[in-house]
């Protein structure tokens, strides 16, 4: 075939080249640093003319053993700036050596689904989709750079060193403009910088590196931005510098053993979520968006080691049932009574007993009791008329016991009413002879116990509007003796 005339001449440099590997330019191609993601690639590659055009049966030719590789050589496909024409299409095959298309255009989709191949790079390429489903890659499997317009699909698949999109550019012509469940990256996965338009779906997939989504943009609004349930990542996770998801962003279920970072902007109003993070598992949660998130968050029945956040960009909705954590960092200490009293459902205890679990450890005993009035303020609230009631009068006696020096401000007012009252109108003696020198303070005094202290309650008789006067002092004393006791039954219990 090597002398076919059926080959044309950018053809025939391609096939003259692959056994030693030497890379084929048809034309230069140049790329500008900092661009815009998918900029690099050819905007014009459907007009380029038969000196750089090369059939796409030549290249799966070359790959699958047309040509052996010259001695002490390693045979790739290196090609850049070439029009490709037909379908690059091998289907379960297996391919021994490197593809590098550089500054390409293809006419249609790339397809090796369920093919073993080596290192794969379609860099600054422009093409209409890429089909990798349940492909193995001993080595990477590279799209840098590259104007995918259409769905990029490599569920199942395999990579031994890595996957990078940094600066690609995808452009779903479904719900999905990149679709990788279960795939395997046994390094990391680069997709810095990358412009998404459609959903991410990286469901049930490993990472055995870190995930780098810094800078990407995800749009695919009303609908799930990025989905990846059960996703298992052992390093890091970075969703920052300018990460924009405009979308629900699903981590339900995922394991991430270093930092979840979030920045940028989590946008999803018209969405269940703007982040449905629960049953998660993750070492370190950072979350400092660039604004307010705007929607609904969800970190409930999560498991974090330490969560870092900022209060100013706390959403109006979050869900906290069920989350535990080791450390809490950030600005703030004093606000997260209310962080934990915004569940859209209504009241929730456990993010209290959660909150004042951690103020304890912390050892601000104070913040702890204040998590634990607010618990009991939000259950009144769910509560029937009766118990609102009597919630509503412990809270303002004695701050259901964790403010009990509430109870002795309350006494002393009544005492000194009290004390005024009877003595611009004592009352009069029982017995006259056995009566000792009236004394309003200490009858006062003892008309608040509910045990009298002092014998005076005993000797005297109030009349007229006095006499009503001790009737409220007797059943308020009571009220604050009961009240006291709930709140000493509360302080003391264990935590």
Not at 16 to 45: H, I, R, W
Not at 135 to 162: C, D, P, W
Not at 201 to 212: S, W
Request: glycine fraction near 12%.
């Amino acid at each position: 075939m090597a002398r076919s005339p059926r080959l044309s001449e950018a053809e025939r440099k391609l096939w003259n080249a692959f056994p030693t590997g030497e890379t084929v330019e048809l034309a230069p191609v140049t790329t500008g640093p900092g661009s815009p993601a998918g900029d690099n690639a050819p905007k014009d590659g459907e007009s380029w003319g038969p000196d750089r055009t090369i059939r796409a049966g030549v290249i799966t030719s070359l790959l699958l053993g047309a040509r052996e590789a010259a001695p002490g050589s390693v045979a790739a496909v290196r090609l850049r700036g070439a029009r490709i024409t037909g379908s690059l299409a091998i289907l379960c095959g297996t391919v021994e050596h490197e593809l590098i298309l550089s500054g390409c255009h293809l006419d249609e989709p790339v397809l090796l689904t369920d093919t073993t191949t080596r290192t794969v790079r379609l860099t600054d390429c422009k093409l209409p989709g890429f089909s990798g489903g349940g492909m193995r890659v001993a080595g990477h499997l590279s799209l840098s750079g590259s104007n995918i317009t259409g769905t990029v699909r490599m569920a199942r698949a395999q990579f031994e060193s890595g996957l990078w999109l940094a600066g690609t550019r995808l452009t779903a012509d479904d719900v999905w403009a990149l679709s990788a469940g279960s795939m395997v990256v046994e390094s990391g996965a680069t997709m810095r910088n990358a412009d998404i338009t459609g959903g991410v779906r990286l469901a049930g997939t490993r990472v055995n590196g870190d995930l780098n989504l810094e800078g990407t943009a995800i749009r695919n609004p009303g609908q799930r931005a990025l989905v990846a349930d059960n996703m298992v990542v052992e390093g890091t996770v970075h969703c920052t510098h300018g990460f924009t998801a405009l979308g629900c962003v699903r981590l339900r279920g995922a394991r991430i053993n270093g930092t979840l970072s979030f920045g940028g902007t989590l946008r999803s109003p018209d969405t269940p979520y703007a982040l449905h993070a629960s049953h998660m598992e993750v070492r370190e949660l950072y979350l400092k968006p660039a604004e307010p998130i705007d929607g609904v968050v969800s970190l409930a029945h999560s498991r974090v080691g330490t969560l870092q956040d900022d209060p100013d960009t706390w959403p109006d909705k979050l869900r906290l049932n069920g989350l535990t954590y080791d450390r809490l960092r950030g600005r703030g200490v004093n606000r997260r009574i209310s962080w934990a009293s915004r569940d859209p459902e209504g009241f929730r205890p456990q993010p209290y007993e959660q909150l004042a679990a951690w103020y304890l450890r912390d050892g601000n005993d104070a913040l702890a009791r204040r998590a634990q009035l607010a618990k009991l303020r939000g259950r009144r609230r769910t509560q029937g008329r009766g118990l609102r009631l009597w919630g509503r009068l412990l809270d303002v006696t004695v701050g259901y016991g964790y403010r009990p020096w509430l109870a002795g401000v309350w006494f002393a007012l009544l005492l000194v009413a009290g004390t005024a009252a009877f003595a611009l109108n004592p009352p009069r003696p029982l017995k006259p002879a056995e009566a000792p020198v009236f004394d309003s303070f200490a009858y006062t005094f003892d008309l608040l116990l509910p045990l009298p202290a002092f014998g005076q309650r005993e000797m005297f008789d109030p009349a007229g509007w006095t006499q009503g006067l001790a009737y409220v002092l007797v059943v308020a004393g009571w009220i604050l003796a009961t009240a006291l006791i709930t709140g000493a039954t509360r302080v003391l219990r264990p935590q």
